[in-house]
């Protein structure tokens, strides 16, 4: 049991992962069609960017803390 309690938990922690790595691709790649649309607005996308995908990796660090969790107390 505890085998498949640790596996969960891998797999958690792996999907948070994917997750934060799709959504911090997405918002690159949008910013940059932004940027490409609008030059003179590049400040504010950048910023509205970094701001977007340090919430993104906060959420996925939480992630991984809780699947790690798992592991620990499994």
Do not use: C, N, W
Not at 29 to 36: E, F, Q
């Amino acid at each position: 049991m505890e085998l498949l309690h640790v596996g969960l938990s891998a797999l958690g922690a792996g999907l948070a992962v994917i997750g934060a790595a799709y959504g911090v691709g997405k918002i690159g790649g949008s910013a940059m069609d932004a940027i490409a649309r609008q030059p003179e607005a590049s400040g504010k996308i950048q910023t509205a960017m970094i701001i977007a995908a340090a919430l993104v990796e906060g959420v996925a660090l939480f992630g991984v803390v809780a699947a790690l969790l798992g592991v620990l107390t499994a």
